[in-house]
């Protein structure tokens, strides 16, 4: 979502979603890392009648279960590519006929973390793969604008890329499982949850680590909660 990130905000061409290359652009394993998603926050007590937000939803990888999953018009995304967007709703909405579930008004283009511009609260938020490609203050930026729009108690399911407290947080490391090469100052970015503890210094959030990691290339899975 950052401006930095070049590569993915470059727009895919009507050639390139038509064959379904979307897919490939967010990092592929599509029905695995889907089907995660929804997995994962279900154990945390999603329920149909809550409403979510996706922040860099892409091209609806997570988001057509999560569509299924909740009553009509309660998933929201925001991505900073529109050709992502439009490639999900077209290509893949449409396709499964789950238009009636999702407005399209309910997929927002941002590169700000604009989530109030949606009017509505939300019981959940999910940024996944998302955090991978973030400088730190963009993250806690995303932090701030989010809080702001949650209901008390209110969950954030995220992942990231871990630098492990044994390992030298300046130097490349290669994730595993996976195999990326993640870095201190480059996309793709690894953390310490130090650092993300610092990103919610002075903020209403809670930070743990979840006990589910089960990432297919090895992202942790983190949880932030409203106390109120």
Known sequence: MASEINQYERDLSGEEISKGLHRAFVGGMWDEIGRLQLDHLLRLGLK???RLIDIGCGCLRGG???VRHLDPGNYFGLDSNRSLLDAGYSQE???RNLRNRLPKSNLLHDKNFRVDRF???FE?????????????????LCLVKLAACMVPR???LATF???PPNHDWT???TQNPGGVVTWPDQDPYHYKMSDLNWCIQDQPWRLERLENQDHPRGQIFILFSLAS
């Open 48 to 50: 149909p009648h809550m």
């Open 64 to 66: 057509i279960h999560l």
């Open 93 to 95: 909405i449409t396709v």
């Open 119 to 121: 009017g509505v609260n």
């Open 124 to 140: 959940f938020a999910l940024a996944f793969s998302l955090f991978t490609h973030l400088p730190l203050n963009h993250i806690k």
């Open 154 to 156: 209110g969950k954030f």
């Open 161 to 163: 890329f871990e630098s």
């Open 171 to 173: 130097r490349s490391r």
